[in-house]
């Protein structure tokens, strides 16, 4: 079965620091990897979305990293901002699922001032 | 302004009742999803729609129903026969298979 295990759960960190967030994902090959930030309440918005042979794709204090060999991937965030606080869903588009997605659990990251 | 509209964004069921929540897109694309969302997990596939006129059940179709009958419409009814049915309901929809775009979500509950 294909699955997206994200980690941590959650996070807390203080504004202006910097964070990364993982997703390991069980089942390959696939179409793409995305990144969504969902805040609360609210429908997600993409960040990232990288294919199966791209190792990082940048949207400005984001950064997405993928290691096909590792089935892992990480978000990684530069120094945060209050706005950063929301959930981070990771999002595989496997091949063997019809171009369906599978969704991560999701990290809940806080940023305090 | 083109996106995703949702409505209601709150919306209150009674045992035995069917509601329907409206999912509505000016994108011109042509499939349209259904997810529901409950606290720490994963979005999880409902319905989906390729096309007008078509639509195929997801991982948890149980308990609800799809129509799309209009390509910009896709709304979803959460029927009595669904025993759990508070969580967080999101549509979506995509140019074939690229990148999902999501509306705003209706928080259902039970009273």
């Known amino acids: 079965k294909n699955q997206v295990e994200q980690s941590p759960q959650s996070l807390i960190i203080l504004e202006g620091k910097n964070c990364t967030l993982q997703c390991n994902y069980t089942v390959s090959p696939f179409s793409n990897l995305r990144w969504y930030k969902q805040d609360t309440g609210r429908g997600p918005v993409s960040l990232t979305i990288?294919?199966?042979?791209?190792n990082t794709k940048s949207n400005g204090r984001y950064t997405a990293t993928l290691d096909a060999d590792t089935k892992q991937s990480s978000l990684h965030i530069t120094a945060s901002q209050l706005s950063d606080s929301a959930s981070y869903i990771c999002v595989v588009t496997f091949y063997n699922a019809g171009n369906m997605l599978t969704f991560g659990g999701g990290t809940r990251l806080m940023v305090k001032p | 302004d083109g996106g995703i509209t949702q409505s209601p964004k709150y919306l209150f069921r009674k045992e035995g009742q069917n509601v329907t929540l409206s999912c509505e897109q000016n994108?011109?694309?042509?499939?349209m999803y259904w997810y529901r969302q409950d606290p720490g997990q994963g979005l999880r596939l409902i319905y989906y729609?390729?096309?007008?006129?078509?639509?195929q059940k997801g991982d948890i179709a149980e308990g609800y129903s799809v129509s799309r009958e209009k390509k910009e419409s896709f709304p979803l009814t959460v029927t009595s026969a669904q025993k759990n049915p508070t969580a967080f309901y999101l549509c979506a929809s995509s140019q074939r298979d690229r990148i999902q775009y999501f509306g705003a979500g209706t928080r259902l509950s039970v009273l």
């Open positions: 729609s390729q096309i007008v006129n078509d639509f």
């Open positions: 994108l011109n694309h042509d499939a």
């Open positions: 990288m294919t199966f042979s791209e």
